[in-house]
């Protein structure tokens, strides 16, 4: 095997290890608004909760929530999907919040190009394909889990970092929860 081959199978490689690595939005296409466009969102950012079943039964199965993250209390979170769901914090094994679209892809395609670039620099790609990688991996990583707040199982100084994040940050005290509508019709 020369050494082109074994540089297009290296970067073909570990481009498919970066493509598959990057983290994934729970949130649905579209929901999340631009970097440029989080400041001025009235809305709360994209939360995702997956729930511990109330015993080790192998009947009882856990469950995922995800919606837009309307406030917490003492005891609950609240969340918006196709209505308002009222989880008990207790129950939540983990917890993921999202504030923005990501362009991972992007990053990715971008070091995925630049790195087959390099094949055009002969013997010197064995220096500048790797410097490709050794940055571009990392950026695109590195977008992938921006505006990302997950915690394992969420403590009480989570909820109360990711609460400026909320549609009412304040609390729901004097909020009339049945009249709370969702941003846009989601599929069912």
């Not at 790797?130 to 990392?138: H, K, N, V």
Request: hydrophobic share 35%; with cysteine.
């Amino acid at each position: 095997m020369s050494i082109h081959n074994k540089i297009i199978f290296t970067i073909v490689s570990i481009s498919f290890l970066l493509f598959t690595g990057c983290a994934a939005s729970y949130a649905p296409d579209n929901w999340l608004p631009d970097t440029d466009d989080v400041p001025q969102n009235i809305y709360g950012g994209w939360i995702t909760v997956i729930t511990a079943p109330d015993s080790l039964s192998p009947e009882e199965k856990w469950m995922q929530y995800g919606g837009e993250f309307i406030s917490y209390d003492e005891s609950n979170i609240y969340l918006l999907y196709d209505s308002l769901y009222q989880i008990r914090k207790s129950k939540i094994g983990n917890c993921t919040l999202e504030l923005d679209q990501k362009n991972a892809t992007a990053y990715g395609v971008w070091v995925f190009l630049g790195t087959v670039s390099t094949i055009s620099h002969g013997y010197y790609s064995v220096i500048t394909a790797p410097l490709w990688l050794a940055t571009g991996i990392p950026s695109a990583v590195g977008e992938s889990v921006r505006d990302r707040y997950e915690e394992e199982p969420p403590t009480q100084e989570y909820w109360d970092s990711i609460n400026k994040f909320a549609r009412f940050p304040q609390g729901i005290s004097d909020i009339d929860l049945t009249t709370i509508k969702p941003v846009f019709v989601f599929p069912k």
